[in-house]
């Protein structure tokens, strides 16, 4: 507003000082005729020259604007961008884990791998995977004495369930290890065979306990071996 007031301003005063020319060549006479003409080719030159400025200062104005309104659409652009790497990013980790709950579901509902190794007479009166378990502790070069130790340790640990899952910890299977996938060093079946996770118990004993009634004993000193 302001410009268009100083463009209008500009003209006013060119035709201003006209007047005060023309009036000026009624009372001075014709010998005055060239300096007026002079006095409006300036004034018109003047005005000339803030219409020119005026057009340039525009024109400026528009380029920053314009520049201003690329920037900020580049901008959206790469947070649009930016959000649709994150978007897609966090659908990734998403199927990943589902996946992966997926195959630890068929895995702990696949049937158990049955136990087809020999079973010492004295392991005869145990049943189920007491009786693996048994089996394993003597052919793992322990006494069947330990084995009451054994059964009374896991009774209390798991029940001699190969699918039992620790909720609060995620301490897994037979022997309760955590996490249940360090089982694995004894088969890739650790979460629904007995016999893998009852290899792996008896290793861990041997290494930490020496025998299961070391670690039976350890147990009820420490609620936990």
Same mark, same amino acid.
């Given at each position: 507003m302001s410009r268009l007031w100083s463009r209008l301003g500009a003209r006013t005063a060119a035709v201003a000082l006209l007047s005060v020319g023309v009036a000026g060549g009624f009372y001075l006479g014709e010998n005055r005729e060239t300096q007026q003409q002079g006095l409006a080719e300036q004034v018109s030159h003047e005005v000339d020259r803030a219409d020119l400025a005026y057009q340039r200062e525009r024109q400026a104005t528009n380029q920053v604007k314009? +520049? $201003? $309104? =690329?920037?900020?659409?580049?901008?959206?652009?790469? =947070? +649009?961008? $930016?959000?649709?790497?994150?978007?897609?990013? =966090?659908?990734r980790r998403a199927e990943a884990a589902a996946a992966s709950r997926k195959r630890e579901r068929d895995a702990a509902n696949a049937p158990a791998k049955p136990? #087809?190794?020999?079973?010492?007479?004295?392991?005869?009166?145990?049943?189920?995977?007491?009786?693996?378990?048994?089996?394993?502790?003597? #052919?793992?070069?322990?006494?069947? +004495?330990?084995?009451?130790?054994?059964?009374?340790?896991?009774?209390?640990?798991? %029940?001699?369930?190969?699918?039992? =899952?620790?909720?609060?910890?995620?301490?897994?299977?037979?022997? $309760? +290890?955590y996490p249940g996938n360090k089982m694995s060093a004894f088969g890739a079946d650790w979460q629904?065979?007995?016999?893998?996770?009852?290899?792996? %118990?008896?290793?861990?004993?041997k290494g930490r306990y020496k025998t299961p009634c070391g670690a039976w004993t350890y147990f009820q000193n420490n609620g936990s071996y």
């Amino acid at each position: 507003m302001s410009r268009l007031w100083s463009r209008l301003g500009a003209r006013t005063a060119a035709v201003a000082l006209l007047s005060v020319g023309v009036a000026g060549g009624f009372y001075l006479g014709e010998n005055r005729e060239t300096q007026q003409q002079g006095l409006a080719e300036q004034v018109s030159h003047e005005v000339d020259r803030a219409d020119l400025a005026y057009q340039r200062e525009r024109q400026a104005t528009n380029q920053v604007k314009f +520049a $201003q $309104q =690329r920037a900020a659409e580049y901008q959206a652009k790469l =947070r +649009a961008a $930016q959000a649709a790497k994150e978007a897609a990013e =966090r659908a990734r980790r998403a199927e990943a884990a589902a996946a992966s709950r997926k195959r630890e579901r068929d895995a702990a509902n696949a049937p158990a791998k049955p136990y #087809d190794g020999p079973i010492p007479a004295s392991c005869e009166e145990y049943s189920g995977n007491r009786k693996i378990g048994c089996a394993l502790m003597i #052919d793992g070069g322990f006494g069947i +004495a330990e084995f009451p130790c054994l059964e009374k340790l896991w009774n209390k640990e798991s %029940g001699w369930n190969h699918k039992a =899952r620790n909720s609060s910890s995620g301490a897994y299977g037979i022997p $309760q +290890a955590y996490p249940g996938n360090k089982m694995s060093a004894f088969g890739a079946d650790w979460q629904t065979s007995p016999a893998t996770q009852i290899k792996w %118990g008896l290793s861990y004993i041997k290494g930490r306990y020496k025998t299961p009634c070391g670690a039976w004993t350890y147990f009820q000193n420490n609620g936990s071996y």
